[in-house]
């Protein structure tokens, strides 16, 4: 599923530190995305999370 050589460009990202990320373009590489919030009642885009991140190389 992961191909760093294509970026989704359905999916902007800038988390580097992502296994997932596109390094110099910032856009995911995965088909798609699990997105979830860590709050009760999310009120703001600070409030939800990728859930499908992975940490890149276990530099994290
Ligand atoms: S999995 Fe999520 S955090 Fe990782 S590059 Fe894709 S959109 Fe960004």
């Not at 050589?5 to 359905?10: E, G, L, M, T, Y």
């Not at 992502?18 to 997105?35: P, R």
């Amino acid at each position: 599923m992961f191909n760093e050589s294509k970026p989704n460009h359905n999916i902007h990202c800038s988390v580097k530190a992502c296994e997932f990320h596109c390094g110099d373009e910032n856009y995911c590489s995965l088909n798609s995305i699990q997105v979830a919030s860590h709050e009760k009642h999310p009120t703001d885009e600070r409030c939800v999370d990728c859930r499908s991140f992975a940490c890149k190389g276990g530099e994290c």
